[in-house]
Every structure is written in C-alpha cells, then in structure tokens.
C-alpha cells in the first residue's frame, strides 16, 4: 500500500528566507509524486511533479523538489520566500501499481514580514 | 477554457435528504475522481473512474455513490447524508491515474453542510 507523509503542519518562515516542505512517501513501486499549492478558499493548483526522470524537479514560482529514493523522500524548497506563498501545500503520491491516488495532510505555510 | 465544474458550490441539507454533486470535465480526461477535504486530514479519495462504466473505491467511500455513464460527467450521490460527511468535495479529472504521471485538474469545490 502507498502513503504519504508530510512531516511538519505548519511551517512559518520571514519573507526572502528559504522554505522547506518536507515529504516522505511509501511506495511498493516507483512512484510518481506531485506537490499540489492551494491558496485561501481557492482550488488545487500543480506545483511540480516526478515522473522518473530528473531527480531534482523544477516547479512554477521558483519552488524545487528533489526526489530521494534511499530516503524516500520528496522535500519541497524555495530559495526565497514571498507573502504569496502563503498557503497550503499537499505532497501526492501514486504508482502504476494501485489506481489509488494519496494526498499527504497538508503542510499550511506561514510567511512573516 | 478547460475546466472542471461542480454543482451546486453550496449546499446545506438535513440527515437523510438525498443529494447529488454534479462533475463535468470538457477536457476528454479519462480518469476522474472525488475527494473530500477535512481539516488536518488533508484530501481523501472517495471514488474514482478509469473510464466510462468503470469506478472504483478510494480510501473513503462509505455513505457515497458514483457513476460514469459518459466520459465527462460523474456525479457523487449521497443516498442519505449524515452530519459526519459535512465536508468540503472536489471533484478532479486528468489523462490518466495511478502510476501516470498526468496533472489532475481540480473543480472549484462544493461546500456540504448536514444538519
């Protein structure tokens, strides 16, 4: 069975210092893995995704994830925050293996001025 | 404009009143799925479609149903909703599920409240 783990529930960082999402996964096969951002009352928007390619994944509005298969882990970071990265971000797990699609609980990051 | 949609956005209701949440997709996804989020759980899978005439359970489907009778419609009914599946719904659609490695694209939302 796959799941997700997203380690922290609430991060809070200063506005220009760099943010770390941290995401470990369990998967019995490769797995493809995405980070969703969802901002106030708004819907779900892709971040990036991993599909057995590069190992280090660029996203849009500078964010990066790297995948670690011998720590099974998907951490999300950004060099430099911005008060619009305030939001709730949830790390994604699948596999080809189960049809099923695991979302992690959600890390709210916070952004102080 | 590539979209999913989701009727109602809002809904109250009473204990036992059936109800559905429609699903559309104009992108000729094959996979569909609907997930509720609660607060500190994240989004958990209800059902989801590989394809037309085909679902499957996800995590949560208890008290929920599904169809898939055309490619891009697939309603969640709630036979006889109880207070405990006040939620907040969204339903999502993409190229492919499982192990592809395809964007889902997520509807709006429906907000559920059972008294």
């Known amino acids: 069975a796959q799941s997700v783990t997203q380690l922290d529930s609430h991060v809070s960082v200063s506005e220009g210092t760099p943010v770390l999402l941290r995401c470990n996964y369990s998967?019995?096969?490769?797995?493809?893995l995405f980070w969703y951002v969802q901002h106030p009352n708004k819907g779900l928007q892709l971040l990036l995704k991993?599909?057995?390619?590069?190992?280090l994944v660029k996203g849009i509005n500078g964010f990066e994830a790297e995948f670690k298969k011998s720590e099974t882990s998907f951490h999300l970071t950004k060099p430099s925050a911005h008060m619009s990265d305030a939001a709730e971000y949830f790390c994604?797990?699948?596999?080809?293996?189960?049809?099923?699609?695991?979302f992690g609980k959600g890390t709210r990051l916070h952004i102080l001025p | 404009e590539a979209q999913v949609t989701q009727n109602p956005r809002y809904l109250i209701t009473v204990t036992g009143k059936k109800l559905t949440v429609t699903c559309s997709q104009n992108m000729n996804h094959e996979y569909m799925s609907w997930y509720r989020q609660d607060p500190g759980l994240g989004l958990r899978q209800i059902y989801y479609s590989m394809n037309v005439e085909v679902t499957d359970k996800g995590d949560v489907p208890e008290g929920y149903k599904v169809s898939r009778k055309e490619k891009r419609n697939f309603p969640l009914i709630l036979e006889s909703p109880s207070p405990n599946q006040t939620s907040l719904y969204f339903c999502?659609?993409?190229f492919g599920g499982g192990g592809s490695a395809y964007e889902q694209y997520f509807g709006p939302g429906t907000r559920l409240t059972v008294t």
């Open positions: 998967s019995s096969y490769s797995p493809s």
């Open positions: 991993y599909t057995s390619a590069a190992t």
């Open positions: 999502a659609s993409s």
């Open positions: 994604v797990v699948s596999s080809w293996r189960d049809d099923k699609i695991i």
